[in-house]
């Protein structure tokens, strides 16, 4: 154990796995030491089933190195021993401990059943290859989904009837959404099929796709994370298949859903998607207007107030490669091109070599355009490493690093930063120009020097 101390951190209802850099209105955080190889946490919690995780006291739980338990279910009245191996292995003991054995044994389980399943699955052999492959694999899903439902219907006696319907939840929707992301990648990335073909796999979704909302309650289906995270994904799919890749996703959950589970869905939505969706803000204004939890409402909130057009762009003061401290007002007068990244990140390596590069080269003489790069990392000599590569920014730009906070930095809870590459452009008056990824050049280097000059012309 590296750390003196461990935090244990449990969920609310309005949890979303992804978004660390949120705060969670409804998340509680209690901190206790570490003796003699023992830590022991007493927090008063309502009987219903909510999700925790365990790391050590110091960096953001987005950081896997600081994660001593992953995610798992915890129930107010449980009285739990966890013991940790040596070789991470985990051992549950006492009253509640029985669902977080099976929570945890979840992907080993499904990856050593799946198996099994394969060999006895005679699907169809169709003159494209990658149709048979996914009729196996549509057949492969649907069976390991029934197992896991028959397994937790024999044990049923075990959970209170809340833990049990989020056991399957999670357990069900954890299987299928691999299923969701193969069809994805084959049916719409590499167009690997006909029209007709496609037509085949719309059926299949509709006939082997398990759809708990007939047998698990609105509130539980809204609270878990799996369930929320595979409807995302299905509902894009599914319709993206049967109406030709276009439809409008926030209109369809507005018509099609209720509830908590159209209010999580939209607001997974809207935040996953606040850098793409031109009319992002018209948006969130309407849900905000609409919601009927408040929670949701402010974590929307949280995330647009940080990228909206128009607002001012919060004031920062971080480091750069030299000791030099540097803020954001020492800019005010200039456009200013900010660019969130972070070491590893590929997509951060495209988005420079691709585009940012190019409007460098554009601007290089124009000293009202200035171009900061922020590494989220809490390692100096790995950002340095980073640095040095010219693969994330490059020596002209002004580079500066969030230190030893991370991802828990201010300026990434500030700026609402979920993911990265996250660009902007921020006007001569320090106000928001620009945070969409279209504007900002996303498939198109062209559009990142169209927008600065437009910041520029105002």
């Given at each position: 154990m590296r750390?003196?101390s461990l935090q244990?951190?449990?969920f609310g209802?309005?949890?979303?796995?992804?978004?660390p850099?949120i705060?969670q209105?409804?998340?509680?955080?209690?901190t206790?030491?570490?003796?003699?190889?023992?830590?022991h946490?007493?927090v008063d919690l309502?009987?219903t089933?909510?999700?925790?995780?365990?790391?050590?006291n110091?960096?953001?739980f987005?950081?896997s190195?600081?994660?001593?338990l992953?995610?798992?279910?915890l129930?107010?009245?449980?009285?739990?021993?966890?013991q940790?191996?040596?070789?991470?292995?985990?051992?549950?003991?006492g009253?509640?401990?029985?669902?977080?054995?099976?929570f945890n044994?979840?992907?080993l389980w499904?990856?050593?059943e799946e198996q099994?399943i394969s060999?006895?699955?005679?699907?169809p052999?169709?003159p494209?290859k990658?149709?048979?492959?996914?009729?196996?694999?549509?057949?492969?899903?649907?069976?390991?989904?029934?197992?896991?439902?028959?397994r937790?219907a024999?044990?049923?006696?075990?959970?209170?009837d809340?833990?049990?319907?989020?056991?399957?939840?999670?357990g069900?929707?954890?299987?299928q959404?691999s299923?969701?992301f193969a069809?994805e990648?084959?049916?719409?990335?590499?167009?690997?099929?006909?029209?007709?073909?496609?037509?085949?796999?719309?059926?299949l979704m509709?006939?082997?796709?398990?759809?708990?909302?007939s047998?698990?309650s609105?509130?539980?289906?809204a609270?878990?994370?799996?369930?929320?995270?595979?409807?995302?994904?299905?509902i894009?799919v599914?319709?993206?298949?049967?109406h030709?890749?276009?439809?409008?996703?926030?209109?369809?959950?507005k018509?099609?859903?209720?509830?908590?589970?159209?209010?999580?869905?939209?607001?997974l939505?809207?935040?996953?998607n606040?850098?793409?969706v031109?009319?992002?803000?018209s948006?969130?204004?309407?849900?905000?207007?609409?919601?009927?939890?408040?929670?949701?409402?402010?974590l929307?909130?949280?995330?647009?107030h940080?990228?909206?057009k128009g607002?001012?762009?919060?004031?920062?003061?971080?480091?750069?490669?030299?000791?030099?401290?540097?803020k954001?007002?020492?800019?005010?007068?200039?456009?200013?091109?900010?660019?969130?990244?972070?070491?590893?990140?590929?997509?951060c390596?495209k988005?420079f070599?691709?585009?940012?590069?190019?409007?460098?080269?554009?601007?290089k003489h124009?000293?009202?355009?200035?171009?900061?790069?922020?590494?989220?990392?809490s390692?100096?000599?790995?950002?340095?490493?980073?640095l040095?590569?010219?693969?994330y920014?490059s020596?002209?730009?002004i580079?500066?690093?969030?230190g030893?906070?991370g991802?828990?930095?201010?300026?990434i809870?500030?700026y609402?930063?979920?993911?990265?590459?996250?660009?902007?452009v921020?006007?001569?008056?320090g106000?928001?120009?620009?945070?969409?990824?279209?504007?900002?050049g996303?498939?198109?280097?062209?559009?990142?020097?169209e927008?600065?000059?437009?910041?520029?012309?105002?």
């Amino acid at each position: 154990m590296r750390s003196d101390s461990l935090q244990l951190i449990v969920f609310g209802h309005s949890y979303l796995e992804g978004l660390p850099t949120i705060h969670q209105v409804d998340m509680l955080t209690t901190t206790e030491p570490v003796a003699d190889g023992i830590c022991h946490f007493v927090v008063d919690l309502e009987a219903t089933p909510h999700y925790y995780l365990i790391k050590e006291n110091q960096g953001s739980f987005i950081e896997s190195k600081h994660i001593v338990l992953r995610k798992n279910i915890l129930t107010g009245g449980d009285d739990v021993l966890i013991q940790i191996g040596g070789d991470s292995t985990l051992d549950f003991s006492g009253k509640g401990a029985r669902k977080m054995v099976r929570f945890n044994e979840l992907p080993l389980w499904c990856s050593r059943e799946e198996q099994s399943i394969s060999k006895e699955i005679a699907a169809p052999v169709f003159p494209n290859k990658e149709l048979t492959y996914v009729y196996h694999y549509f057949e492969q899903t649907n069976r390991l989904s029934k197992l896991w439902m028959n397994r937790l219907a024999d044990e049923k006696p075990l959970y209170s009837d809340e833990e049990y319907q989020l056991l399957l939840a999670d357990g069900v929707s954890y299987i299928q959404k691999s299923l969701i992301f193969a069809v994805e990648v084959k049916a719409l990335l590499n167009k690997s099929f006909s029209r007709d073909e496609i037509g085949q796999i719309t059926k299949l979704m509709d006939q082997k796709i398990i759809d708990l909302r007939s047998s698990v309650s609105e509130s539980i289906l809204a609270r878990s994370d799996n369930w929320i995270k595979f409807m995302d994904k299905w509902i894009s799919v599914d319709q993206k298949l049967k109406h030709d890749r276009s439809f409008s996703k926030y209109d369809y959950l507005k018509k099609n859903y209720s509830g908590g589970i159209r209010d999580k869905l939209t607001m997974l939505y809207l935040i996953k998607n606040a850098k793409y969706v031109a009319n992002v803000d018209s948006l969130a204004q309407d849900f905000i207007a609409t919601s009927q939890d408040e929670s949701y409402t402010e974590l929307l909130s949280q995330v647009m107030h940080g990228r909206t057009k128009g607002k001012k762009a919060k004031d920062f003061s971080l480091f750069d490669q030299y000791g030099n401290q540097v803020k954001l007002t020492d800019f005010y007068g200039k456009v200013v091109f900010l660019d969130f990244w972070f070491p590893g990140c590929f997509p951060c390596m495209k988005y420079f070599a691709e585009t940012i590069s190019y409007a460098e080269e554009k601007f290089k003489h124009n000293p009202d355009v200035i171009f900061i790069s922020i590494g989220i990392c809490s390692d100096k000599g790995k950002w340095m490493d980073a640095l040095q590569t010219n693969k994330y920014t490059s020596p002209s730009a002004i580079n500066l690093f969030t230190g030893e906070a991370g991802w828990n930095h201010p300026v990434i809870m500030d700026y609402a930063i979920t993911s990265a590459p996250t660009p902007m452009v921020i006007d001569k008056s320090g106000h928001i120009f620009s945070t969409n990824s279209n504007e900002l050049g996303k498939g198109n280097k062209e559009k990142l020097i169209e927008t600065i000059d437009n910041c520029l012309a105002q």
